[in-house]
């Protein structure tokens, strides 16, 4: 119960934030606060459990067919990361309050932070692969709306764009190996997959699954060569910029590594890859945060460093070495995220991150100051910090590793100088910023902030002392349960000291601490004269490569686009019916699919004539296209009316029911935006003719074509010989067993298929909302003014509106008396009820019932007109599209409640007084859903056709004059 509240409770509040005014500043701190505050109260009460069991476990049923279970799993690895996931959402929501501007949306940020804190958490405590597959990409949608918080800069736009496309591909690589494994295992469930190590590692598919994980990881936490998006991601709010960047999103990366170091390990393939780019981004990041001119630029690319330091740990294959990686990532954590803290006061007070200008604040923000100095020297690795220690542990890692002389005398020498770099940033960032002659030209005069908003610094400024003084003491007894999380029994023995006496890694650090001073000493000169220019790479613009790519891509894009695509809508459809037959006919190829001996039913003579009458309609339909458009549409609903025959002949009532209602709605509302089709363009003689008459062959081909093959699919399907293990023998003999109707093809819709159901309801909402959008931008010609219905004389000028709006209709044409369709509305009501009720049993069903409802609407408009739609302010059909999808995803749901999986069929049987014994059954709650949809997409249909004829009304009102301007 505790995981999952733990895993709801920042889902809950970022509800609850999102839902605040935007001047609720102070509540949505409060509310954010308090979230991380129960998360951490929670995570710290089952530490007891989890020191004892080693994992506490919760399984919910998901998808128990394909073994599936929403499963939060909580190890000591598990324990570590929530805690500092929520501690640190507690400190950032604190410093978040006095950042952020009262211009700000403050709940806004507040409710993506705890959207993010609820994901990342959800990738911490996640028991299987699919699962952690889904809150791996909701951080990165989530960060993506955090890091373009400040929607009005151009910055930060671009990179929230840049982080979600390298981080979402990096996604989709981590679900294609999590797939891979899943089908090695025959499981999801992580302590299968766990127990199934070696059989991955021997596996001919290893170095596919390895290069996939690879990219996941690396591009989550912003390693070689996917490391730019992260110095371009600090136009985010500072905030962000100490939660995501420093303590949690990029270590989302280095944290699967290492949760999947037991599987993985061990092999070169991993050495070479995760090694490799850790130490590439070691030295690169930390070469280029030496001369960075912004001050979150350094933190920028010292973070790229200390998590490739962190990645090189992890692919030594040593367990001494993850454990150094793991501690380096609790150290990590608490200095880079004060240092972002303090740069962020520097910002906020002085109004500039530019180590340029700044200078001297020492003296107007002492306390700031001091806690910035305690931070970066704990990033440098200096004595009595806890960066020190893991610095210690690192070097002794490299000193210690076996393998060619390169890796022997190589990774010590990379480990020296890109902790001698380290220095020199750190120092850099320390002695520009708070030493030095005191700056007067900024745009704020510096002092230090509230002391509330000093408060997180602080006191992640404690833990590094205290952790650096008392390593054993703080950090010991932690660190040995999260690494049985990790190895379990195979936990190496280790040692958190400060003093190991004099040896090789404590000569590593002096070197590196003297060569780091040397450094900052030798390129303060040229600091003055090119801030910002780092040599030999200060060509290689990640942001500018990333740009370009995704410019060639559109430029590529829009010549497929141009060789492909035209503004007419035939040579559209003609590729896309190309591509659909060429995709069918590709399992044909294997031949075995023509039935050999079928069964053949007695032909009836009245069924053939009846389709030789559709089969002229149909012809004749395309013929009078070219003269008659309403004659063509009216032979059209003939053959749909005839298919509805045919489906009721061959024994498919509920098909014929559906065919009926759609030709009829679907005829209304062709009929209704006939009139804005443009006029057909007059055949030409000479060549263009000619070019007419081969389009006209080649469609007509074509068509022969793709009808030639439906028919033969039809007739396969229905001559095959029925088998006993086949679907539709299962659906028949199970819809009353297991879905509790007899109406077979309305238990597959609702019940056996309703995923697939709700997907397509989906889609219709979709595209109703679509064309709605699309008909109130469209202006129709200038020749549909004409196309009213009056009497004209032979000669004479034309009628004014008013006249034409009173002129009588054509003779031959029945008027209906309208008291007479409004009659059939509350008939068509019940009609649709009833259908709607008798579905599950029945012929019937809330589609077929939705769309007679929707055919009595249609006819209450075709006799009220435009006046009757807009008379009644009460038909909101977004309000019904809207409503209709939140029933059936309630009744997909609710069964939750009753312990069964998603979109079951919950039975409920009760017996009432007067009425009897009534039968009830949570499909029809879904049934309604489906029913307040197609009610809803045919009056938004119905409407913006409508739109468009009150706008032709009004030009015909106006007076004489307007109308003729």
């Given at each position: 119960?505790?995981?999952?509240?733990?895993?709801?409770?920042?889902?809950?509040g970022?509800?609850?934030?999102?839902?605040?005014?935007?001047?609720?500043?102070?509540?949505?701190?409060?509310?954010?606060?308090?979230?991380?505050?129960?998360?951490?109260?929670?995570?710290?009460?089952?530490?007891?459990?989890?020191?004892?069991?080693?994992?506490?476990?919760?399984?919910?049923?998901?998808?128990?067919a394909?073994?599936?279970?929403?499963?939060?799993?909580?190890?000591?690895?598990?324990?570590?990361?929530?805690?500092?996931?929520?501690?640190?959402?507690?400190?950032?929501?604190?410093?978040?309050?006095?950042?952020?501007?009262?211009?700000?949306?403050?709940p806004?940020?507040?409710?993506?932070?705890?959207?993010?804190?609820?994901?990342?958490?959800?990738v911490?405590?996640?028991?299987?692969?699919?699962?952690?597959?889904?809150?791996?990409?909701?951080?990165?949608l989530?960060?993506?709306?955090?890091?373009?918080?400040?929607?009005?800069?151009?910055?930060a736009?671009?990179?929230?764009?840049?982080?979600?496309?390298?981080?979402?591909?990096?996604?989709?690589?981590?679900?294609a190996?999590?797939?891979?494994i899943?089908?090695?295992?025959?499981?999801?469930?992580?302590?299968?997959?766990?127990?199934?190590?070696?059989?991955?590692?021997?596996?001919?598919?290893?170095?596919?699954?390895l290069?996939?994980?690879?990219?996941?990881?690396?591009?989550?936490?912003?390693?070689?060569?996917?490391h730019?998006?992260?110095p371009?991601?600090?136009a985010?709010?500072?905030?962000?910029?100490?939660?995501?960047?420093?303590?949690?999103?990029?270590?989302?990366?280095?944290?699967?590594?290492?949760?999947?170091?037991?599987?993985?390990?061990?092999?070169?393939?991993?050495?070479?890859?995760?090694?490799?780019?850790?130490?590439?981004?070691?030295?690169?990041?930390?070469?280029?945060?030496?001369?960075?001119r912004?001050m979150?630029?350094?933190?920028?690319?010292?973070?790229?460093?200390?998590?490739?330091?962190?990645?090189?740990?992890?692919?030594?294959?040593?367990?001494?070495?993850?454990?150094?990686?793991?501690?380096?990532?609790?150290?990590?954590?608490?200095?880079?995220?004060?240092?972002?803290m303090?740069?962020?006061?520097?910002?906020?007070e002085?109004?500039t991150?530019?180590?340029?200008?700044?200078?001297?604040?020492?003296?107007l923000?002492?306390?700031?100051?001091?806690?910035?100095?305690?931070?970066a020297?704990?990033m440098?690795?200096?004595?009595?910090?806890?960066?020190?220690?893991?610095?210690?542990?690192?070097?002794?890692?490299?000193?210690?590793?076996?393998?060619?002389?390169?890796?022997?005398?190589?990774?010590?020498?990379?480990?020296?100088?890109?902790?001698?770099?380290?220095?020199?940033?750190?120092?850099?960032?320390?002695?520009?910023?708070f030493?030095?002659?005191?700056?007067?030209?900024?745009?704020?005069?510096?002092?230090?902030?509230a002391?509330?908003?000093?408060?997180?610094?602080t006191?992640?400024?404690?833990?590094?002392?205290?952790?650096?003084?008392?390593?054993?003491?703080?950090?010991g007894?932690?660190?040995?349960?999260?690494?049985?999380?990790?190895?379990?029994?195979?936990?190496?023995?280790?040692?958190?000291?400060?003093?190991?006496?004099?040896?090789?890694?404590?000569?590593?650090?002096?070197?590196?601490?003297?060569?780091?001073?040397?450094?900052?000493?030798?390129?303060?000169?040229?600091?003055?004269?090119?801030?910002?220019?780092?040599?030999?790479?200060?060509?290689l613009?990640?942001?500018?490569?990333?740009?370009?790519?995704?410019?060639?891509?559109?430029?590529?894009?829009?010549?497929?686009?141009?060789?492909?695509?035209?503004?007419?809508?035939?040579?559209?459809?003609?590729?896309?019916?190309?591509?659909?037959?060429?995709?069918?006919?590709?399992?044909?190829?294997?031949?075995?699919?023509?039935?050999?001996?079928?069964?053949?039913?007695?032909?009836?003579w009245?069924?053939?004539?009846?389709?030789?009458?559709?089969?002229?309609?149909?012809?004749?339909?395309?013929?009078?296209?070219?003269?008659?458009?309403?004659?063509?549409?009216?032979?059209?609903?003939?053959?749909?009316?005839?298919?509805?025959?045919?489906?009721?002949?061959?024994?498919?009532?509920?098909?014929?029911?559906?065919?009926?209602?759609?030709?009829?709605?679907?005829?209304?509302?062709?009929?209704?935006?006939?009139?804005?089709?443009?006029?057909?363009?007059?055949?030409?003689?000479?060549?263009?003719?000619?070019?007419?008459?081969?389009?006209?062959?080649?469609?007509?081909?074509?068509?022969?074509?793709?009808?030639?093959?439906?028919?033969?699919?039809?007739?396969?399907?229905?001559?095959?010989?029925?088998s006993?293990?086949?679907?539709?023998?299962?659906?028949?003999?199970q819809?009353?067993?297991?879905g509790g109707?007899?109406?077979?093809?309305?238990?597959?819709?609702?019940?056996?298929?309703?995923f697939?159901?709700?997907?397509?309801?989906?889609?219709?909402?979709?595209?109703?909302?679509?064309?709605?959008?699309?008909?109130?931008?469209?202006?129709?010609?200038?020749?549909?003014?004409?196309v009213?219905?009056?009497?004209?004389?032979?000669?004479?000028?034309?009628?004014?509106?008013e006249a034409?709006?009173?002129?009588?209709?054509?003779?031959?044409?029945?008027?209906?008396?309208?008291?007479?369709?409004?009659?059939?509305?509350?008939?068509?009501?019940?009609?649709?009820?009833?259908?709607?009720?008798?579905?599950?049993?029945?012929?019937?069903?809330?589609?077929v019932?939705?769309?007679?409802?929707?055919?009595?609407?249609?006819?209450?408009?075709?006799?009220?007109?435009?006046?009757?739609?807009?008379?009644?302010?009460?038909?909101?059909?977004?309000?019904?599209?809207?409503?209709?999808?939140?029933?059936?995803?309630?009744?997909?749901?609710?069964?939750?409640?009753?312990?069964?999986?998603?979109?079951?069929?919950?039975?409920?049987?009760?017996?009432?007084?007067?009425?009897?014994?009534?039968?009830?059954?949570?499909?029809l709650?879904?049934?309604?859903?489906?029913?307040?949809?197609?009610?809803?997409?045919?009056?938004?249909?119905?409407?913006?056709?409508?739109?468009?004829?009150?706008?032709?009304?009004?030009?015909?009102?106006?007076?004489?004059?307007?109308?003729e301007?």
């Amino acid at each position: 119960m505790l995981l999952t509240l733990i895993l709801a409770i920042p889902f809950a509040g970022s509800l609850g934030a999102a839902l605040l005014p935007a001047t609720a500043r102070r509540a949505g701190a409060w509310i954010a606060g308090g979230c991380a505050l129960a998360c951490l109260m929670l995570t710290l009460a089952l530490t007891a459990e989890v020191a004892s069991q080693g994992v506490v476990k919760l399984a919910i049923p998901w998808i128990p067919a394909q073994g599936v279970d929403i499963t939060l799993r909580m190890d000591g690895y598990a324990w570590l990361f929530a805690i500092i996931v929520s501690a640190m959402g507690a400190l950032i929501a604190l410093y978040a309050h006095y950042y952020l501007s009262r211009q700000d949306p403050v709940p806004r940020f507040f409710a993506f932070l705890l959207s993010f804190m609820g994901a990342m958490l959800g990738v911490v405590l996640a028991g299987n692969l699919i699962q952690l597959l889904v809150f791996w990409e909701l951080t990165s949608l989530s960060s993506f709306m955090l890091i373009g918080y400040w929607q009005h800069r151009v910055d930060a736009r671009r990179g929230a764009r840049m982080a979600l496309l390298i981080t979402g591909g990096g996604g989709f690589c981590l679900l294609a190996s999590m797939l891979i494994i899943g089908h090695i295992v025959g499981s999801y469930d992580f302590d299968a997959v766990l127990a199934s190590a070696q059989a991955i590692r021997e596996h001919h598919w290893y170095p596919i699954l390895l290069v996939l994980l690879a990219l996941g990881a690396l591009t989550k936490s912003a390693q070689f060569p996917f490391h730019f998006w992260l110095p371009n991601a600090m136009a985010a709010p500072t905030p962000v910029s100490a939660y995501l960047h420093s303590a949690t999103m990029v270590k989302a990366g280095v944290f699967l590594l290492a949760r999947f170091w037991p599987i993985f390990s061990g092999t070169d393939w991993w050495t070479y890859l995760i090694g490799g780019a850790g130490l590439c981004s070691l030295l690169l990041g930390a070469y280029a945060a030496t001369f960075q001119r912004d001050m979150k630029g350094v933190l920028a690319y010292s973070t790229i460093s200390h998590l490739g330091l962190i990645t090189l740990l992890l692919g030594m294959n040593s367990r001494l070495a993850l454990v150094a990686a793991v501690f380096h990532m609790i150290n990590h954590a608490t200095f880079k995220a004060s240092l972002f803290m303090a740069a962020g006061i520097v910002d906020h007070e002085s109004g500039t991150r530019d180590l340029v200008r700044l200078s001297g604040l020492r003296h107007l923000m002492p306390l700031t100051a001091t806690l910035a100095m305690v931070s970066a020297a704990a990033m440098a690795g200096v004595p009595l910090l806890n960066g020190f220690i893991s610095k210690e542990m690192f070097f002794a890692e490299t000193v210690f590793i076996s393998g060619h002389w390169f890796t022997r005398w190589g990774l010590p020498a990379a480990a020296v100088i890109a902790g001698a770099f380290s220095v020199s940033y750190s120092l850099r960032l320390i002695m520009q910023v708070f030493f030095g002659p005191r700056a007067y030209h900024l745009p704020r005069t510096p002092h230090d902030p509230a002391r509330m908003m000093l408060i997180p610094c602080t006191i992640l400024v404690i833990i590094c002392l205290a952790v650096g003084i008392f390593p054993g003491l703080t950090l010991g007894p932690i660190l040995d349960m999260v690494m049985r999380g990790l190895l379990g029994p195979r936990t190496p023995h280790f040692d958190l000291q400060l003093w190991h006496g004099f040896n090789l890694p404590l000569l590593m650090s002096f070197i590196a601490l003297f060569a780091g001073i040397a450094i900052y000493l030798a390129l303060r000169e040229r600091d003055r004269r090119k801030p910002g220019q780092a040599p030999l790479i200060y060509r290689l613009d990640g942001r500018q490569s990333f740009e370009s790519a995704l410019e060639a891509l559109d430029s590529g894009a829009i010549g497929l686009l141009h060789w492909l695509q035209t503004q007419r809508l035939q040579p559209q459809a003609l590729l896309l019916i190309l591509c659909t037959l060429g995709v069918a006919l590709l399992p044909l190829l294997a031949g075995g699919w023509w039935p050999v001996a079928a069964r053949q039913t007695p032909l009836q003579w009245s069924f053939a004539l009846m389709w030789l009458a559709g089969g002229a309609c149909a012809v004749a339909a395309a013929y009078q296209a070219k003269y008659h458009r309403t004659a063509s549409l009216m032979l059209a609903g003939a053959v749909g009316l005839i298919t509805g025959i045919t489906f009721a002949w061959l024994s498919a009532p509920d098909l014929a029911l559906t065919q009926l209602a759609v030709e009829v709605v679907t005829t209304v509302l062709i009929l209704l935006g006939l009139r804005w089709l443009p006029k057909r363009i007059e055949e030409f003689p000479g060549p263009t003719r000619s070019r007419t008459l081969w389009r006209r062959w080649r469609d007509f081909i074509v068509a022969v074509a793709g009808g030639t093959g439906l028919a033969a699919l039809a007739y396969v399907m229905m001559t095959r010989p029925a088998s006993h293990d086949s679907i539709s023998r299962f659906f028949v003999q199970q819809a009353w067993p297991l879905g509790g109707g007899a109406n077979v093809v309305n238990v597959i819709l609702v019940d056996f298929r309703a995923f697939d159901t709700f997907g397509e309801i989906t889609v219709l909402a979709i595209v109703a909302l679509s064309v709605y959008a699309l008909l109130r931008r469209f202006r129709p010609p200038a020749e549909a003014l004409i196309v009213l219905p009056y009497q004209r004389a032979a000669s004479g000028p034309a009628p004014d509106a008013e006249a034409r709006l009173q002129a009588p209709l054509p003779e031959g044409l029945l008027r209906i008396p309208a008291v007479l369709v409004r009659l059939l509305l509350p008939v068509s009501t019940l009609i649709s009820l009833y259908f709607l009720l008798r579905g599950h049993n029945l012929p019937g069903g809330g589609f077929v019932g939705g769309l007679v409802m929707a055919t009595g609407i249609l006819l209450q408009y075709m006799v009220g007109g435009i006046l009757w739609v807009e008379a009644r302010p009460l038909i909101r059909p977004q309000i019904w599209i809207g409503l209709g999808l939140l029933v059936a995803g309630t009744a997909a749901m609710a069964v939750w409640w009753a312990g069964q999986p998603l979109l079951s069929a919950y039975t409920l049987d009760l017996v009432l007084p007067l009425i009897g014994a009534l039968h009830l059954s949570s499909v029809l709650l879904f049934d309604i859903g489906v029913y307040m949809l197609v009610v809803g997409a045919t009056m938004l249909f119905l409407i913006a056709l409508a739109h468009q004829s009150l706008r032709f009304h009004r030009k015909l009102t106006e007076p004489a004059d307007g109308l003729e301007a």
